[in-house]
C-alpha cells in the first residue's frame, strides 16, 4: 500500500479514480464530442484538446495506479513524477502521429458541392427529358452519387458521360452530355 496522499486521500484512489473519470469521460465523448466540439468551436489542430486531454487523464490514473500497486519498491512520489512525464510524451506521440494526421485526412475528404460545377460523370440511372436521374461523380477519395436533370432537356441514358453544368437551389445537378 501507499503511504502518500493528495488533498487527504490516498494515492491509489486518486488514481483510480481519475481512471475511472477518464473512461467516462471517453465515452461520453464518443456520444456528444463533435456535438461539443461543433457548439464550442474546440478541437482543432492544438496539443490541448478535448481527446488529448481525456486521454491524458485516463492515462495519468491507469498507469499510475498500475505503478502504485505493482512498483512496491519505488517511492509514491517518485511514481508521480515518472507516471506525470510517460503520460505527457505518450500523449503528444499519440496526437502527434494518430489523433492530427485522422483530422487533417478528414479535412482533406470534405468537399464543397460547388466544387463539382464542370466536374464529369456519369449518369447511374437514366435521366428522363423533363425528369430526375442519379449520376456519380468519381474523386480522389470516393464517388460522389447525386440527383440530376437534364439541362438541355433531353434524355440522358444509363452510362452517358456527362458534365456538371450548375447546381440548382435544391442541391439537383444540371448535367449536359459530355462529348470528350
Not at 440530376?148 to 439537383?172: R, Y
Given at each position: 500500500m501507499s503511504d502518500m496522499e493528495l488533498f487527504g486521500y490516498d494515492i491509489e484512489s486518486i488514481y483510480l479514480f481519475l481512471l475511472i473519470a477518464g473512461v467516462v469521460l471517453t465515452v461520453l465523448y464518443i456520444f456528444v464530442g463533435e456535438l461539443i466540439e461543433g457548439l464550442m468551436d474546440i478541437g482543432g489542430d492544438a496539443i490541448l484538446n478535448p481527446i488529448t486531454v481525456i486521454g491524458y487523464?485516463?492515462?495519468?490514473?491507469?498507469?499510475?495506479?498500475?505503478?502504485?500497486?505493482?512498483?512496491?519498491?519505488?517511492?509514491?512520489?517518485?511514481?508521480?513524477?515518472?507516471?506525470?512525464?510517460?503520460?505527457?510524451?505518450?500523449?503528444?506521440?499519440?496526437?502527434?502521429?494518430?489523433?492530427?494526421?485522422?483530422?487533417?485526412?478528414?479535412?482533406n475528404t470534405s468537399y464543397s458541392i460547388n466544387e463539382l460545377k464542370g466536374a464529369v460523370g456519369e449518369v447511374?440511372?437514366?435521366?428522363?427529358?423533363?425528369?430526375?436521374?442519379?449520376?456519380?461523380?468519381?474523386?480522389?477519395?470516393?464517388?460522389?452519387?447525386?440527383?440530376?436533370?437534364?439541362?438541355?432537356?433531353?434524355?440522358?441514358?444509363e452510362g452517358t458521360k456527362i458534365l456538371v453544368i450548375d447546381i440548382d437551389d435544391e442541391g439537383v445537378f444540371l448535367v449536359s452530355k459530355h462529348y470528350e
Amino acid at each position: 500500500m501507499s503511504d502518500m496522499e493528495l488533498f487527504g486521500y490516498d494515492i491509489e484512489s486518486i488514481y483510480l479514480f481519475l481512471l475511472i473519470a477518464g473512461v467516462v469521460l471517453t465515452v461520453l465523448y464518443i456520444f456528444v464530442g463533435e456535438l461539443i466540439e461543433g457548439l464550442m468551436d474546440i478541437g482543432g489542430d492544438a496539443i490541448l484538446n478535448p481527446i488529448t486531454v481525456i486521454g491524458y487523464i485516463t492515462l495519468l490514473g491507469g498507469l499510475g495506479y498500475v505503478l502504485e500497486t505493482m512498483a512496491f519498491f519505488i517511492g509514491s512520489g517518485i511514481i508521480l513524477l515518472i507516471n506525470l512525464v510517460v503520460s505527457a510524451i505518450v500523449i503528444v506521440l499519440v496526437n502527434y502521429f494518430i489523433i492530427l494526421p485522422v483530422k487533417r485526412s478528414e479535412k482533406n475528404t470534405s468537399y464543397s458541392i460547388n466544387e463539382l460545377k464542370g466536374a464529369v460523370g456519369e449518369v447511374f440511372t437514366t435521366i428522363p427529358e423533363n425528369g430526375f436521374g442519379e449520376i456519380i461523380i468519381s474523386r480522389t477519395h470516393g464517388t460522389v452519387s447525386k440527383a440530376a436533370k437534364s439541362f438541355d432537356h433531353e434524355v440522358l441514358p444509363e452510362g452517358t458521360k456527362i458534365l456538371v453544368i450548375d447546381i440548382d437551389d435544391e442541391g439537383v445537378f444540371l448535367v449536359s452530355k459530355h462529348y470528350e
